[in-house]
């Protein structure tokens, strides 16, 4: 097919649906007739919620451009990320089947969008003056407006409303492929266009660059030829120069000038090349530094963390009253559930909780025990850890789901070791905690009674 045929495909889709429509053609006129209505008509236009559940696609992903979508997702605080438009359209066309503020909200917006479109077909007293007005709008392209006025006219049937679903949902399908053809086109045609002015700049630049040469030439020559004419010395020179020129003088010069910027060239390139090496070798250093230094920052966390629950179960010295205060209260008299982690090291979790005056309890996540068990032994404790780099799949997110829907505070953490729980331990009697931040209120509640 030719540029023409691709550019104009959309023109061609469109001139193919109002044959479609005409009063010309069969299909029109062999629509069945419509039957006497036995069901009494609403009086007044039916609401977004009260359509079927089919609807709410096209209706959102036509009625309603993506920006006003963005704007209501960013009111009504969506779940999904405000850049994936195929998720904020399935999160917009799951919260409409309901009345809510969300369906009532963009019912008030479309109402008002599609205003004037509304009142067009507010003329139309019938079914089939509804379905009249929908063929002829659709027959010019106007979809979306009439669309959101025809499916909730007061006097449309259930017949036409899947008249106008069918014929929106083959026009998307039609358009798109003409459209996606049309983009295709245009991107090899923006492509050739931008390497022929290219091309025609760089040989613009060519040409004036060779003009501006030849016309020095010649003034140089007509120059010559003047003085060749006045002096026959210069005869002689020019002469001499001509022979220069046969004998390969001037290119021997002009090879041993090649030679240098070429040696000169090689030479900057090693340099480049061990200017790359070195700039790798310190991004290499960098990278390493840190992560010394983020290893050096959590192996004091630890010791801290260590610290505090050594001179937390010792009662009988001053100086760890401070400690004391700060990893031990706020956790005394509380059941915590610890779900997975090392099975051998189970004795000594059990040391480091005793001296915060905690009641711990395991689960191994699954290895041996049941995982039915979790839902019971997590509504037993009062809070709940998990080191997630030493339990199940299954288990870690069972945990998650189940805090979650309860309530329950939970701390997730890595290290599985004796000093990754001392730290988990420190961190959970300070209040941090991975889900539900009312977590230290409720450990110091559960402390007093």
């Given at each position: ?7 104009n495909?959309s023109a061609?889709l ?5 044959g479609?429509f005409?009063?010309?053609?069969g299909?029109a006129?062999?629509?069945p007739?419509r039957?006497p209505?036995?069901?009494?008509k609403?009086i007044k236009?039916?609401?977004?919620w009260e359509?079927e559940?089919?609807h ?6 036509t ?9 209501f997702a960013?009111r009504f605080?969506f ?6 438009e195929?998720?904020l359209?399935v ?9 809510n ?5 963009i019912?008030k ?8 479109c509304?009142t ?5 007293k019938?079914?089939a003056?509804?379905l009249?007005?929908?063929q002829e709008?659709?027959?010019?392209g106007?979809?979306a ?5 025809a499916?909730?006219h007061?006097a449309?049937s ?8 069918t014929?929106?949902h ?5 358009v798109?492929?003409?459209q996606?053809a049309?983009?295709r ?18 040989q ?6 060779a003009?501006?040469?030849l ?18 010395d ?14 390969g003088?001037v290119?021997?010069?002009m090879k041993?000038?090649l030679m240098?910027?070429?040696?000169a ?5 090693v340099?480049a ?21 983020r ?5 004091a966390?630890e010791?801290d963390a260590?610290?505090c ?10 100086p760890?009253?401070s400690?004391?205060?700060s ?5 005394q ?6 779900v997975?982690g ?14 915060l ?5 395991h689960?191994?996540g699954g290895?041996?025990e049941?995982?039915s ?5 997590i509504n037993?404790?009062d809070?709940?850890i998990?080191p997630t780099d030493?339990?199940s799949?299954?288990?870690?997110y069972q945990l998650?789901r189940?805090?979650?829907?309860t309530?329950?505070?939970?701390l ?5 070791g004796v ?6 331990l420190?961190?959970?009697?300070s209040?941090?905690i ?10 110091r509640?559960v402390?007093?009674?």
């Amino acid at each position: 097919m030719g540029e023409g045929g691709n550019m104009n495909t959309s023109a061609s889709l469109k001139q193919l649906v109002a044959g479609v429509f005409s009063q010309d053609n069969g299909l029109a006129v062999s629509l069945p007739a419509r039957m006497p209505e036995t069901v009494p008509k609403p009086i007044k236009r039916t609401k977004l919620w009260e359509l079927e559940t089919k609807h709410y696609c096209p209706i959102i992903g036509t009625c309603l451009p993506m920006d006003d979508l963005v704007r209501f997702a960013r009111r009504f605080a969506f779940g999904v990320s405000l850049r994936d438009e195929f998720s904020l359209h399935v999160e917009a066309v799951d919260r409409v089947g309901v009345r809510n503020e969300v369906s009532e909200a963009i019912q008030k917006h479309l109402d008002m969008k599609y205003h004037a479109c509304i009142t067009r077909f507010e003329l139309a007293k019938t079914d089939a003056d509804v379905l009249a007005l929908w063929q002829e709008h659709y027959t010019r392209g106007e979809v979306a407006g009439a669309m959101w006025a025809a499916l909730t006219h007061k006097a449309v049937s259930d017949k036409t409303r899947q008249v106008v679903y069918t014929d929106v949902h083959m026009l998307s399908h039609q358009v798109g492929a003409g459209q996606a053809a049309d983009v295709r086109r245009l991107a090899h045609l923006q492509k050739e266009n931008a390497e022929a002015r290219a091309a025609m700049e760089r040989q613009q630049r060519q040409q004036t660059r060779a003009e501006a040469e030849l016309r020095e030439q010649l003034h140089k020559a007509m120059a010559e030829l003047e003085s060749l004419r006045q002096s026959g010395d210069e005869v002689a020179a020019l002469q001499a120069r001509i022979a220069a020129f046969e004998s390969g003088m001037v290119m021997m010069k002009m090879k041993h000038r090649l030679m240098c910027l070429t040696a000169a060239n090689e030479q900057m390139r090693v340099v480049a090349e061990r200017s790359g090496a070195l700039e790798k070798a310190l991004k290499a250093a960098h990278s390493k530094t840190t992560a010394l230094s983020r290893e050096r920052d959590e192996l004091a966390t630890e010791r801290d963390a260590l610290e505090c629950l050594l001179l937390a179960g010792n009662a009988g010295e001053d100086p760890c009253d401070s400690h004391r205060s700060s990893c031990g209260p706020a956790m005394q008299g509380c059941c915590v559930l610890c779900v997975g982690g090392r099975t051998a090291l189970i004795p000594q979790y059990r040391i480091l909780a005793a001296r915060l005056g905690i009641h711990l309890i395991h689960h191994d996540g699954g290895q041996q025990e049941a995982l039915s068990r979790l839902p019971d032994m997590i509504n037993s404790a009062d809070a709940v850890i998990c080191p997630t780099d030493c339990v199940s799949h299954s288990a870690y997110y069972q945990l998650k789901r189940h805090c979650k829907r309860t309530g329950k505070p939970c701390l997730l953490f890595k290290g599985a070791g004796v000093s990754g729980f001392a730290v988990a331990l420190a961190q959970l009697s300070s209040g941090r905690i991975s889900l539900h931040g009312e977590a230290i209120e409720l450990l110091r509640e559960v402390a007093e009674k």
